[in-house]
């Protein structure tokens, strides 16, 4: 089992920018498809980027070109580049292995979140 751990959240004035890392206890990432969703006050919890284990990428509409997810050279750990960071991009942030793809069902192992908050 998988246990998901994340950091790199925090504060940010609106056009900045933050970087979320992604490590996990127990097996490594390296063999399980790795996504970030996010969950806002009130709002359903929605899906951001997906990295599979043989690198294939997919990106919620509304991050496309400005948030990268990417991995370290081991595969160990998974990073969410954030770049002109937008109010509505406030949220709590989760960490998630499981089977690839952009619903929340394909992934098994969760993270505790943490939280993005973008100023305006």
């Known amino acids: 089992q998988v246990q998901p751990v994340e950091s790199g959240g925090g504060l940010v004035q609106a056009g900045g920018s933050l970087r979320l890392s992604c490590a996990a206890s127990g097996r490594t990432l390296s063999r399980y498809a790795v996504s970030w969703f996010r969950q806002a006050p009130g709002k359903v919890r929605e899906f951001v980027a997906a990295s599979n284990w043989n690198d294939d990428r997919t990106y919620a509409d509304s991050v496309r070109g400005r948030f990268t997810i990417s991995r370290d050279s081991v595969k160990i750990t998974v990073y969410l580049q954030m770049n002109s960071l937008k109010p509505e991009d406030t949220a709590v942030y989760y960490c998630?292995?499981?089977?690839?793809?952009?619903?929340?069902?394909?992934?098994?192992?969760w993270g505790q979140g943490t939280q993005v908050t973008v100023s305006s």
């Open positions: 998630a292995a499981g089977i690839y793809g952009s619903t929340s069902d394909n992934y098994d192992y």
